[in-house]
């Protein structure tokens, strides 16, 4: 009879308004970009290639390892600072982590179109205080990514 | 070395460990989902949507990780049956009015027998019937005496059967 209750389910972009959540400071941008899901997460999925053109403050980004779904990478920003990020990369679905920084992608089929949601988060103490602020920003940053994530999905 | 309480993983997510985060939340929604979706029915997503965001906004305040899926269980029912009620459409009938096998209003799912049903009543027979809880932790969990527990699962429960045996 169990088997019959009815059950609900989290899309992977609210699943990432959950992680937002918890993560003090954190940075969330959710928008609907007129593309298919395999098109847009093609984009998104491609950290080497792709990731340095949607986050400014990333010049590169290498993939050093992988082992199915977690991947380790090295990351170079624009100011020279390297990073190593753990990574959890499947369909809709991609943390990274380095000492310093948490970024986050989601992606669900929305009609013909695709839900993104965006997540940024820097580590370090005290970003708690700085939580009401740092969310301000997440609609300016936001945009911004949106824009050239649609620029990346439209000239594929 | 396996982790079957997974206090390894509660405990990065505590320190803010984003990648334990996510693998937590791997684990935590589809039990929130099983507890929700029978409580706020169609508000069942939104319901599950707000346990897991009070549950991942307070799991510093988590002092046993091993019993991280109880203190989960908490939150969700609460969390379900507040947003159920507060997006109720439609007034359910009071148990007593909840048809009879036999009436030709009867449908024979468990999803609209459960709609006829107050939200509090979906709580009790789910941490009852799915959870398997007895009637003092129930009560506990949903703050109404033991009596009050047995009475409306007596009652619920029989309504829920002879529809669902039918």
Not at chain 1, 51 to 63: G, H, Q, T, Y
Not at chain 2, 14 to 32: F, I, K
Not at chain 2, 134 to 161: H, N, Y
Request: hydrophobic share 50%.
């Amino acid at each position: 009879m169990n088997a019959d209750w009815p059950v609900a389910d989290l899309d992977p972009v609210r699943r990432m308004g959950v992680l937002a959540a918890g993560i003090p400071g954190s940075l969330f941008a959710v928008d609907v970009l007129d593309a298919p899901f395999d098109r847009v997460w093609a984009v998104a999925a491609d950290l080497e290639r792709e990731l340095p053109k949607l986050v400014r403050d990333i010049r590169s980004m290498r993939i050093v390892r992988a082992d199915g779904e977690v991947l380790v990478a090295d990351a170079v920003g624009r100011l020279g600072l390297r990073d190593r990020f753990d990574v959890v990369l499947r369909p809709g679905w991609c943390v990274m982590q380095s000492t310093r920084v948490i970024g986050g992608m989601a992606a669900v089929a929305d009609g013909a179109g695709t839900r993104f949601a965006f997540l940024g988060a820097l580590r370090m103490p005290g970003v708690r205080l700085a939580d009401p602020l740092l969310r301000r920003l997440a609609r300016p940053v936001g945009r911004g990514m949106f824009r050239r994530l649609r620029d990346e999905v439209q000239q594929r | 070395m396996p982790d079957p309480d997974h206090v390894g993983l509660v405990r990065a997510a505590q320190r803010g460990d984003a990648l334990a985060m996510q693998e937590l939340l791997g684990l935590l929604t589809p039990y929130v989902g099983r507890l929700c979706g029978p409580i706020a029915l169609s508000d069942g997503p939104d319901a599950t949507q707000e346990a897991l965001i009070s549950i991942f906004r307070n799991l510093r305040q988590l002092s046993e990780p091993a019993a991280v899926f109880g203190w989960a269980r908490a939150i969700a029912v609460r969390e379900a049956v507040r947003v159920a009620r507060s997006a109720r459409r439609t007034v359910p009938a009071e148990l007593a009015d909840v048809p009879a096998a036999g009436d030709p209003q009867l449908a024979t799912d468990v999803r609209d027998v459960l709609d006829r049903l107050a939200p509090e009543h979906r709580a009790v027979l789910v941490l009852r019937d799915l959870e398997g809880l007895d009637e003092r932790t129930v009560g506990d969990l949903l703050r109404v005496p033991a009596g009050t527990v047995k009475s409306r699962l007596f009652r619920a429960r029989r309504s829920f059967r002879k529809a669902w045996e039918r």
